[in-house]
């Protein structure tokens, strides 16, 4: 990572409402950057990100504002963002699944996140919600 561009707010907390969902991708997309991602690989990223918002907008908070607080952390390997929301339990089992090129309605929100990111966790501890969406930090160049 380069040392000559600055870290990007490493936590946030805010009531998750659609205008406010540009910001919150604002920040994911300068993380992506500041850890070396390329143009296509920062548009998966957001496509999943802004998924994953949206779902916890949606389904969570039943399409009203709830406060979500985000995380954002680097290891050695990957660039992580842990998402947490007070809204209704997710019920992965219960959601629809599509494979690409699959025709129907709905369940395409995951399709979406896994191309952003490889690893994706989730669980509920206490009344909270947890969303772990992590990828595997670009190679760079001369390592």
Known sequence: ?????SRPE???EIELAPPRLHGLRSLAERWAQTVGFDSTAI????????????NIHLH???A???TVRIDVETT?????FRISDHGKAFA??????RQPGEIGQGGWGMLLMQKGFARIERKRVGGKNILL???????QKGR
């Open 60 to 62: 969570s908070y039943s």
């Open 43 to 54: 548009s998966e990223i957001l496509a999943g990100f802004d998924e994953a918002l949206a």
């Open 1 to 5: 990572m380069s040392e000559e561009i």
């Open 64 to 66: 009203r504002p709830g």
């Open 10 to 12: 490493a936590s946030t």
């Open 76 to 80: 050695p390997q990957e660039l992580i």
């Open 133 to 139: 969406l992590a990828r595997s930090l670009p190679v």
């Open 92 to 97: 992965p089992e219960h959601a629809p699944r």
